[in-house]
């Protein structure tokens, strides 16, 4: 660690952690739901665990991608974090905005949680994915204006570099693109229409630059490689993945109500989204390929790799197989999307995030270049066990996709939603074990940081 402001990264990354062991656990208990319908309830109803499912993937990848940030920003820029202070505070109003939101819908019904929450002044609640009180919501704007403010100052005082450039641009793209979760129109087509522009365009879109610059970052300190080399790689990487993402929202719009060119631009644009991705995979190799040096650290180099093969996997090939209208036609909705959604959020921000926070964690708790050897083994079977279970987790779901496809909407006689789910629940309970496996990978990958250290690897 090059300088002292780094230190704040450090709390951020053990937040997105903590909330990452949360996610999971909220989602062991879907999956029970799958199988066992009353589980738990009424304490914790299906579409509850659910939205804090899916809320805790977003909040701890954001802790994420600004830990990430406050890490890499001082090292491209050569100075010091504008405000160390500011990041903290924005840290706990971030923390503590995020811990009551998940305590409310918990605690109390949805719609009792719009009425106490002031969502008749400005109606933002109620549609998948941005389910947060609209309080919540402007304390969200709140630290995302800090952190860009902070992130900004750094980068225009210090040294400008391509990374930090393309990082910066993903994460104000973030924060614009977010400002439209307040945009809440009567009509429905219109709500879709637009509510796309913040799911699609982030996860589709801004993400993936943020994703890109990270990646370059952590490759340039584990190869040791020429930054004009990465440079180019990573220019021509973001800007297919920006060309094709952002006109590819179009397959987002196949069933909607929108006009019917959008199938048209929508399969073309998206049928191109994964070149960015296998870019990104042939990138990664050839740079770890042509590497100048053995970094000590050998477990992040091989969570860098794993981001690009597992990102390219789930949001290319997963994402292609369903992607073209005439396909979509019958896969819409169906489990298929839920196997694309899971392997490409792990494989390609969730897998992102735990290599910086792998490359970086040492440093910030003063272990030196990296961890141990003992601590790079288990972290190692971490990695296998997470990035296996994901990929089982994945078929299981493309298996009961397509089995629910043919049962439900081409068979000759097509069977009821219930009745196909009665027919796919051995696929949940793979899912489930798969699940819980992926746990115990996670627990790993935490426990590898304690591991009381036999032989620290020097660099």
Same mark, same amino acid.
């Given at each position: 660690?090059?300088?002292?402001?780094?230190?704040?990264?450090?709390?951020?990354?053990?937040?997105?952690?903590?909330?990452?062991?949360?996610?999971?656990?909220?989602?062991?208990?879907?999956?029970?739901?799958?199988?066992?319908?009353?589980?738990?309830?009424?304490?914790?109803?299906?579409?509850?665990?659910?939205?804090?499912?899916?809320?805790?993937?977003?909040?701890?990848?954001?802790?994420?991608?600004?830990?990430?940030?406050?890490? &890499?920003?001082? *090292?491209?820029?050569?100075?010091?974090?504008?405000?160390?202070? #500011? =990041?903290? /505070? %924005?840290?706990? @109003?971030?923390?503590?905005?995020?811990?009551?939101?998940?305590?409310?819908?918990?605690?109390?019904?949805?719609?009792?949680?719009?009425?106490?929450?002031?969502?008749?002044?400005?109606?933002?609640?109620?549609?998948?994915?941005?389910?947060?009180?609209?309080?919540?919501?402007?304390?969200?704007?709140?630290?995302?204006?800090?952190?860009?403010?902070?992130?900004?100052?750094?980068?225009?005082?210090?040294?400008?570099?391509?990374?930090?450039?393309?990082?910066?641009?993903?994460?104000?793209?973030?924060?614009?693109?977010?400002?439209?979760?307040?945009?809440?129109?009567?009509?429905?087509?219109?709500?879709?229409?637009?509510?796309?522009?913040?799911?699609? &365009?982030?996860? *589709?879109?801004?993400?993936?630059?943020?994703?890109?610059?990270? #990646? =370059?970052? /952590? %490759?340039?300190? @584990?190869?040791?490689?020429?930054?004009?080399?990465?440079?180019?790689?990573?220019?021509?990487?973001?800007?297919?993945?920006?060309?094709?993402?952002?006109?590819?929202?179009?397959?987002?719009?196949?069933?909607?109500?929108?006009?019917?060119?959008?199938?048209?631009?929508?399969?073309?644009?998206?049928?191109?989204?994964?070149?960015?991705?296998?870019?990104?995979?042939?990138?990664?190799?050839?740079?770890?390929?042509?590497?100048?040096?053995?970094?000590?650290?050998?477990?992040?180099?091989?969570?860098?790799?794993?981001?690009?093969?597992?990102?390219?996997?789930?949001?290319?090939?997963?994402?292609?197989?369903?992607?073209?209208?005439?396909?979509?036609?019958?896969?819409?909705?169906?489990?298929?999307?839920?196997?694309?959604?899971?392997?490409?959020?792990?494989?390609?921000?969730?897998?992102?995030?735990?290599?910086?926070?792998?490359?970086?964690?040492?440093?910030?708790?003063?272990?030196?270049?990296?961890?141990?050897?003992?601590?790079?083994?288990?972290?190692?079977?971490?990695?296998?066990?997470?990035?296996?279970?994901?990929?089982?987790?994945?078929?299981?779901?493309?298996?009961?996709?397509?089995?629910?496809?043919?049962?439900?909407?081409?068979?000759?006689?097509?069977?009821?939603?219930?009745?196909?789910?009665?027919?796919?629940?051995?696929?949940?309970?793979?899912?489930?074990?798969?699940?819980?496996?992926?746990?115990?990978?996670?627990?790993?990958?935490?426990?590898?940081?304690?591991?009381?250290?036999?032989?620290?690897?020097?660099?």
């Amino acid at each position: 660690m090059n300088y002292s402001s780094q230190s704040v990264a450090k709390l951020y990354f053990i937040a997105a952690i903590g909330l990452f062991v949360g996610q999971i656990l909220f989602g062991l208990i879907l999956g029970t739901q799958y199988v066992i319908g009353d589980f738990l309830f009424p304490a914790i109803p299906f579409n509850v665990a659910r939205m804090v499912h899916s809320n805790l993937l977003i909040v701890w990848l954001l802790f994420g991608f600004m830990g990430s940030a406050y890490f &890499l920003v001082p *090292e491209e820029a050569e100075r010091e974090l504008y405000s160390p202070l #500011l =990041a903290k /505070i %924005l840290f706990w @109003v971030f923390l503590v905005a995020g811990a009551l939101t998940i305590v409310g819908y918990l605690s109390v019904p949805y719609a009792t949680l719009t009425k106490i929450t002031g969502n008749d002044l400005l109606p933002t609640m109620g549609r998948e994915f941005l389910e947060q009180p609209t309080i919540t919501k402007i304390g969200i704007v709140i630290v995302a204006l800090g952190f860009l403010f902070n992130i900004g100052m750094t980068i225009l005082k210090g040294r400008k570099t391509s990374i930090s450039l393309v990082l910066l641009t993903g994460l104000v793209g973030l924060a614009v693109f977010f400002l439209f979760s307040f945009y809440n129109p009567e009509n429905l087509v219109l709500d879709k229409y637009f509510w796309w522009w913040v799911v699609h &365009l982030w996860v *589709e879109g801004v993400w993936e630059l943020i994703l890109g610059a990270i #990646l =370059a970052f /952590i %490759l340039i300190k @584990v190869t040791g490689v020429d930054r004009e080399v990465i440079d180019k790689w990573l220019y021509v990487i973001i800007a297919m993945a920006l060309v094709t993402g952002l006109i590819g929202t179009g397959h987002h719009y196949y069933w909607i109500g929108t006009p019917e060119y959008w199938q048209i631009w929508g399969s073309i644009f998206s049928a191109l989204e994964p070149i960015p991705f296998f870019m990104m995979a042939v990138f990664a190799f050839n740079m770890v390929s042509r590497r100048r040096r053995e970094h000590p650290n050998k477990v992040a180099t091989l969570w860098a790799l794993g981001t690009a093969i597992m990102s390219f996997l789930g949001a290319g090939v997963w994402g292609f197989l369903h992607t073209l209208a005439p396909v979509n036609y019958y896969t819409h909705g169906t489990q298929i999307t839920a196997a694309h959604g899971h392997l490409a959020f792990y494989g390609a921000y969730v897998m992102i995030v735990l290599s910086m926070i792998s490359y970086s964690m040492p440093l910030l708790r003063g272990k030196g270049i990296c961890n141990g050897q003992k601590s790079q083994n288990l972290e190692r079977w971490a990695f296998w066990l997470m990035a296996i279970s994901m990929v089982f987790i994945t078929l299981f779901l493309t298996g009961a996709g397509i089995l629910q496809v043919w049962l439900q909407r081409v068979a000759v006689t097509p069977m009821s939603f219930m009745e196909v789910q009665d027919q796919i629940s051995i696929f949940y309970w793979l899912r489930l074990i798969a699940g819980l496996i992926f746990l115990i990978g996670l627990l790993a990958y935490i426990k590898s940081f304690f591991v009381k250290n036999d032989d620290p690897v020097q660099a």
